[in-house]
């Protein structure tokens, strides 16, 4: 699915893809505009997390729920998020970063059974339009602009101890990346060096600590969607 922005107009509306036939269509719009949003899939439903409206910085999420399709209402996050990360482990939602209205490196948790937020540990950096995946229990997020530069660094999230880890970095910062998981290896595609675009390729492995070359894209893409089939 896909929602955002469109030619400076904030929307709500949501498009679906089917594999089979390789079609879009429309489904039921949100019930507030989004861009810069974070989206998760949690227990066959699509969350909807923060992002921007065109005047505020939201906290507010809601869920599409395909059974009776449509979008109900959720807990709100502590903070207002745009330009952030999430992700899913051990059946809670992260939101990770961000901005609302400033850089942030603060971490939040949401626990469906509750319907609630805690905030847990921060990363050690601050960061927006990062890359993050999770794998092997646990989250990692890398790149991303703190509010002064580029970065190269990558954390190590353990949800069982509440605490970041460096790891190695990689070769280059990078912005506006796309990042997905591929047999436990965490692919890093393209983004902003700080001086150009990227159509280039990493690949960390965590059991190694280290970062491999992949072959590079056609083209050279920043803040795009990414994700493993």
């Not at 400076?8 to 509306?13: A, K, L, N, V, Y």
């Not at 092997?136 to 069982?160: A, Q």
């Not at 796309?178 to 983004?191: F, I, K, M, R």
């Not at 280039?200 to 795009?224: A, K």
Request: glycine share 10%; with cysteine; hydrophobic share 35%.
């Amino acid at each position: 699915m896909r929602q955002g922005i469109s030619y400076r107009r904030h929307e709500s509306t949501v498009e679906r893809w089917d594999p089979d036939s390789n079609t879009w269509s429309s489904v039921e719009h949100m019930a507030e505009c989004r861009s810069t949003l974070g989206v998760v899939v949690l227990a066959g439903e699509l969350y909807a997390l923060g992002g921007y409206d065109g005047q505020y910085y939201l906290q507010s999420v809601e869920k599409y729920v395909p059974k009776v399709k449509e979008w109900q209402p959720v807990a709100p996050m502590t903070k207002s998020r745009s330009c952030f990360a999430t992700a899913v482990l051990d059946g809670m939602v992260y939101a990770i970063g961000g901005y609302g209205p400033a850089h942030m490196n603060s971490v939040e948790r949401y626990d469906p059974s509750k319907d609630s937020w805690d905030m847990v540990a921060p990363m050690a950096d601050k960061r927006i339009n990062f890359g993050v995946g999770v794998m092997l229990g646990f989250i990692f997020v890398v790149g991303g602009h703190n509010g002064v530069s580029h970065l190269s660094s990558i954390e190590r999230y353990d949800p069982h101890q509440n605490q970041w880890t460096a790891c190695r970095p990689m070769n280059e910062p990078r912005t506006g990346v796309g990042s997905a998981v591929v047999d436990n290896y965490l692919y890093v595609v393209g983004g902003h060096s700080g001086s150009s675009y990227l159509n280039t390729v990493q690949r960390y492995d965590p059991i190694t600590d280290s970062w491999h070359d992949s072959s590079g894209m056609m083209y050279c893409r920043c803040n795009f969607g990414l994700t493993a089939l």
